[in-house]
């Protein structure tokens, strides 16, 4: 019987080798980018330290020349011309207007600098810049300084340059532009607590400010100053890491401000997770919306490169790369090769003149990332749909995008539609479904602000000609978005008699969404199918409506029959008692006017283009068809762009249903005939072009005679659009233990800050600021015990010294669990005198509404097992959840406890196996061999349960 078991030890070490190996362990989730751990030697570190800058140099000249040669060309620009890119010195002109570009500026001219040291008057330059800056006593706009975001690009630049020429400055310059760094820093951490970008998650607002604060603390731990920087950091990752949560729900990869504000989120967001991995070894490269977020750059864009779809506030493409982020990426999600792909397709195609021109302040602000984050490595790729026409749904965002990033020629066919929910879908049922209530108040902790009322609204570019397009950056009104308006109001409208969508707004810049009924405003995209080359999308946009203008449906058809010929349909089906009378339609040009025309007596409309007429008629389902009126909509003061050309439709509504078509087709489609009739069931459109026959049945009633949204016969063809592949909503449920994933996140900062803690007395030893030095990283600590301690420490130093062949090391490591925790204290003094100011306000304000009634800590919201929470009820204000049990100043409990079983554990395994191997391995009773093998077997699974809980735990 024992040959059966002579051979176990070999076979169970071999299982435990193999089951270690096995472990998952996090080291692979840092995408490349390596966890630093305090280690750094001087400046720069904030994205590469200083033995990387000659690595960098040699890229430069060779892998990398395509983007450092745009970086030469901007650093040579602003050599050439001085006076126009550098910053005023008085302040009057420097907060005169909106100044983001002297923040944006820096950063490249900077990172010029490190590469091509010797250009002469480069450094010099961005000295004078840095001067310049340093001078102002704010960075905020003297029109806006409730506004944070100028100060946060001034910041984000100013860190980054002080990072990367901090070895070139002079001993006076880097204490001065330190102290500002920590001034402006400051200014950004109070304002956290108390302005929006502090609470109104997923908006660009936020990660803007938090990487500029982020930046700034970073260049201040590294000089030392651990207490401030402490706080900072902090303070940043229990914002960031909650807005990371939220947008799990976000499943296709978009982002609700569209794509032109996207890129403004992602240019700060891509910062966040570089720096927070590189300094703090958090990962979020396995997050589930970054890996759908190519799709959104990639099926946002227009034939030719050159634009995006326009929805929500915009530009005509981005505002901020794209090619940073699309490398980013590629480097650390994808891997693959279609973000470099991508990035070189844009930059490629780049507008050197006219509309879609990078601004002047943004063009150059993000080539230093896109530099730092490009792997050469990674040969560019197409994806494997390249070149052919695809059909693609935000479930999300509620948008459908056919023809995207197409070359631009004939037939390269571009069609986007828009009708989704209000922030989209997960932030509107976040808000609506009451997720995640320990973090979300309502609407108060988002802003849709930079939407539109666009539900039903939709863009054509035939040919990768813009023909239909959105009106970009302007007013929130429902007209200047291809949608429709009713008349006559019944309730107060921006355009009496005719009244928009209920998120329209009259008397602001921004989208009304907090309160009322436009809270609840929504679209929805009822099918997006492709069938044999044509396209069917059906919209429903009722909900975007007043309920007491009585319409039981306000439905959208789109068919694109041919790449050159889109049919649109809507339908209004109104409640009996319904009061409107007309509906009105408006169909947008942003670069070229339109023309009348009409055939027969339908009538129509038409945009001249180099390549030919690109041609609109319109009819309803009587026959008749109203002549349209055509015009120019301008801007008020204040907006990017001058306003709008139109087409404005207006037809009679007849009760219950109305029908009415329009036709829009390209100069190589030429339409002989025309017509439309109907029932109460479906819609019949006949249509002959280029001698091709089209037959449409729509069947659009609210219970179908057949299940079918579509039929079409195409000369002999028919092409079926079934109703049963409609899409089906399946919005994702709340991360689970999503306080424990923010709280686990937030575990990483300490570590690191008490690492540096630890190498700056070290660098002192011996030296006359020992003491000094001691007492401002004890400051906060019991004053008492601070002195022994300091005390102690000076002694052992003075010690260290006399004694030779002495390790510097070994002070450090004797003292370091003797040192306090000053950070749990700073942390706890901190928390309270938030919590003071808290209770000001609501004193202050009982009936108030204001942001920072909104906005609690996420340490005071935290409901921990076994915690005492108490109340402080004041008049008629909600509960305000206070902490009652000071935080340890130990390492956590939980923490410590798995350290000691795992200690134990370790021994009491080798315990056993030795046993085994010494004794018990000749003893003839099989029995007792197999009991020690189970009981060891035990002990290695918990073992390996232990290890793993502590690798989490991180002790």
Not at 276 to 286: G, L, M, T
Not at 423 to 428: E, K, L, N, P, Y
Not at 736 to 742: A, E, I, Q, T
Not at 761 to 779: G, P
């Amino acid at each position: 019987m024992r040959t059966y078991t002579r051979g176990a030890p070999t076979v169970f070490f071999i299982h435990l080798i193999c089951s270690l190996l096995a472990l998952p362990v996090d080291e692979n989730h840092g995408a490349g980018i390596p966890f630093q751990n305090g280690n750094y030697d001087g400046h720069p570190m904030l994205y590469f330290s200083k033995g990387e800058v000659g690595d960098l140099q040699l890229k430069a000249q060779g892998t990398h020349r395509h983007i450092a040669s745009k970086i030469q060309e901007a650093g040579q620009t602003m050599l050439a011309s001085p006076k126009q890119y550098l910053p005023p010195w008085e302040p009057a002109d420097f907060s005169a207007r909106w100044n983001e570009i002297y923040g944006n500026n820096l950063g490249v001219l900077s990172m010029f600098c490190v590469l091509y040291p010797e250009t002469t008057g480069a450094l010099d330059l961005a000295k004078d810049y840095m001067e310049r800056m340093a001078a102002q006593p704010s960075w905020l706009v003297k029109d806006a300084p409730w506004d944070e975001v100028p100060l946060a690009h001034s910041l984000v630049g100013f860190s980054t340059a002080y990072d990367f020429l901090y070895n070139y400055l002079s001993k006076s310059q880097q204490e001065r532009f330190l102290e500002v760094i920590a001034n402006a820093s400051r200014y950004m951490y109070d304002k956290s607590y108390s302005q929006g970008w502090g609470f109104q998650y997923l908006h660009n607002h936020q990660p803007t400010n938090c990487v500029a604060l982020l930046t700034g603390s970073l260049v201040l731990m590294n000089q030392g100053y651990l207490q401030e920087a402490y706080l900072w950091t902090k303070q940043v990752f229990a914002i960031m890491e909650k807005s990371l949560v939220l947008l799990q729900d976000v499943t296709d990869g978009s982002l609700y401000e569209g794509v032109a504000y996207g890129t403004y989120t992602t240019r700060s967001l891509f910062q966040y997770m570089f720096l927070v991995q590189r300094h703090f070894n958090i990962s979020h490269f396995d997050h589930p919306w970054i890996k759908q977020h190519f799709a959104f750059m990639y099926r946002t864009i227009l034939p030719g490169f050159q634009r995006s779809v326009a929805i929500a506030d915009s530009n005509y493409n981005w505002f901020y790369g794209p090619e940073s982020q699309l490398v980013f990426m590629d480097n650390y999600i994808m891997r693959n090769g279609s973000g470099n792909w991508l990035a070189q397709m844009i930059r490629q195609n780049r507008v050197v003149e006219g509309p879609g021109l990078a601004g002047k302040g943004q063009r150059w602000c993000t080539l230093h990332t896109e530099f730092l984050w490009y792997n050469a490595s990674l040969a560019p790729m197409p994806p494997p749909d390249f070149e052919r026409s695809r059909l693609h749904f935000f479930e999300d965002w509620g948008v459908v995008t056919y023809g995207s990033s197409l070359p631009a020629q004939i037939n390269n066919t571009f069609l986007s539609f828009k009708s989704g929910k209000l922030g989209g879908r997960a932030i509107f049922d976040i808000v609506h479904h009451n997720k995640y209530k320990e973090w979300i108040k309502g609407w108060r902790n988002f802003n849709a602000g930079h939407e539109h009322p666009d539900q039903n609204s939709f863009t054509f570019a035939p040919n990768g000609v813009p023909f239909i397009t959105e009106a970009l950056y302007g007013p929130k009104y429902t007209f200047l978005n291809n949608a429709l308006m009713f008349s006559p109001a019944i309730s107060e409208s921006c355009f009496a008699p005719w009244e928009g969508q209920v998120t329209e707004a009259c008397n602001s810049k921004w989208l009304k969404y907090k309160h009322g009924l436009a809270g609840d405003s929504q679209g929805r995209v009822l099918a997006a199918l492709e069938r044999k080359g044509m396209i069917f999308i059906r919209g429903e946009g009722m909900s975007a409506y007043n309920p007491a203008l009585k319409i039981r449906s306000v439905q959208r058809n789109l068919l694109l029959l041919h790449p050159q010929l889109l049919l649109l349909v809507d339908q209004i089906h109104l409640e009996e008692d319904s009061p409107i009378e007309s509906a009105s339609s408006y169909f947008h040009n942003t670069d070229m006017p339109f023309e009348e025309t009409a055939i027969e007596g339908v009538h129509g409309a038409f945009i001249r283009h180099k390549d030919g007429l690109y041609k609109m008629f319109w009819m309803d389902d009587t026959g008749y068809s109203d002549k349209g009126v055509l015009g120019y909509s301008g801007y008020p003061h204040g907006y990017p762009y001058n306003g709008s050309n139109y087409v404005n439709v207006t037809m009679p509504l007849r009760n219950p249903l109305t029908r009415v078509a329009y036709i829009f087709f390209g100069p190589d489609v030429d339409v002989q005939s025309f017509s439309i009739r109907g029932d109460a069931q479906r819609v019949d459109i006949y249509l002959v072009a280029n001698d091709h026959t089209y037959t449409v049945y729509l069947l659009t009633g609210e219970v179908a005679s057949k299940p079918l949204f579509a039929m079409v016969l195409a000369d002999r063809q028919k092409i079926v659009f079934e109703r049963a592949a409609g899409v089906k909503d399946a919005p994702p449920p709340e991360v689970s233990n999503y306080l424990g994933l923010v709280e686990d996140n937030l575990q990483h900062v300490k570590p690191v800050f008490q690492q540096l803690e630890k190498q700056i007395l070290a660098r002192v030893l011996n030296t006359d600021n020992f003491r000094k030095t001691a007492e401002r990283l004890l400051q906060f600590s019991d004053k008492k015990k601070t002195e022994e301690l300091i005390e102690k420490m000076f002694t052992l130093s003075q010690k260290q010294g006399k004694a030779k062949n002495a390790r510097k090391g070994s002070l450090t490591n004797r003292l370091s669990d003797s040192l306090p925790d000053i950070f749990a204290q700073i942390e706890l003094a901190e928390k309270k005198e938030r919590q003071k100011s808290r209770t000001k306000v609501f004193e202050e304000n009982p009936e108030g509404e204001g942001d920072a009634r909104d906005f609690l800590d996420y340490s005071d919201l935290r409901r921990a097992k076994g915690r005492k929470v108490g109340y402080v009820k004041s008049r008629r204000y909600k509960e305000v959840l206070m902490d009652s049990i000071v935080r340890s100043t130990e390492p956590t409990i939980s923490a410590s406890y798995i350290r000691l079983f795992l200690i134990l554990n370790t021994a009491t395994f080798f315990m056993l196996l030795t046993l085994l191997l010494t004794r018990f391995q000749k003893t003839q009773n099989l029995h007792t061999q197999r009991c020690f093998y189970g009981i060891l077997l035990i002990d290695c699974f918990i073992l390996l349960c232990l290890y793993s809980s502590c690798s989490q735990a991180q002790c």
